[in-house]
Nanobody, 125 residues
C-alpha cells in the first residue's frame, strides 16, 4: 500500500500563491494516477485536479486557469501550484493515488485507493 505525505499548506492572502507537494512511498509511482481533492469545513470532499499515468491533466471548473498539477516520476512527487488564491479555496487539501483497475472516474474519491493526511490551506480576505 502506497503511503502519501502532503506538505506546503499555510496561510496566504487573497491573490497569493502556494505550492503543495505530495510524496509517495512506492517503487511503482509511475503506475498511479494522482489527484488532489479538498474539503472545507461543513462541506464534502471535492475534486480539484488530477494527472494521469500518461501525464494528462484535468481540473475542476473552480480552479481551472489558476491551479496547475504536475508530477515528477523520478522524485515520486505530485505538485499543485496554486495561484490567485481566493478565500473560497480555504480547505484541507488531500492527495490521492489510484491505479487500474479503476472502479470510478478520476473526479470521484473511489478512483483513488490511497490518501494522504491532508494539509491546511487558508486564504485570508
Amino acid at each position: 500500500q502506497v503511503v502519501l505525505v502532503e506538505s506546503g499548506g499555510g496561510l496566504v492572502q487573497t491573490g497569493g500563491s502556494l505550492r503543495l507537494s505530495c510524496v509517495a512511498s512506492t517503487r511503482t509511482f509511475s503506475g498511479y494516477a494522482m489527484g488532489w481533492f479538498r474539503q472545507a469545513p461543513g462541506k464534502n470532499r471535492e475534486f480539484v485536479a488530477s494527472v494521469s499515468r500518461a501525464n494528462g491533466t484535468q481540473y475542476s471548473n473552480s480552479v481551472k486557469g489558476r491551479f496547475t498539477i504536475s508530477r515528477d516520476n523520478e522524485k515520486n512527487t505530485v505538485n499543485l501550484q496554486m495561484n490567485n488564491l481566493k478565500p473560497d479555496d480555504t480547505a484541507v487539501y488531500y492527495c490521492g493515488a489510484g491505479r487500474p483497475p479503476y472502479t470510478a472516474y478520476y473526479y470521484q474519491e473511489d478512483f483513488y485507493s490511497a490518501w494522504g493526511q491532508g494539509t491546511q490551506v487558508t486564504v485570508s480576505s
